[in-house]
């Protein structure tokens, strides 16, 4: 059975309107280097969600 943990390190990010993605991706990036050896993309030291306000106004969609 897999165990699972949590990270040392969580980051939550709210996206709003207007925000510059080129920030926002190479922050992104520097967080999935950095979250696993070997570049494989895995979220074992730090781990991240990614929130948008609905545009319908239901509030937050998190993917």
């Not at 990270?7 to 996206?15: E, S």
């Not at 696993?36 to 239901?58: F, T």
Request: include cysteine.
């Amino acid at each position: 059975m897999p165990q699972f943990h949590t990270p040392p390190l969580r980051v939550g990010f709210i996206l709003q309107p207007l925000f510059t993605l080129n920030a926002f991706a190479g922050f992104i990036d520097s967080l999935r280097l950095a979250a696993d050896k070997g570049d494989r993309s895995r979220q074992i030291h730090c781990s991240w969600l990614i929130d948008e306000r609905d545009p319908v106004g239901r509030g937050f969609v998190i993917h």
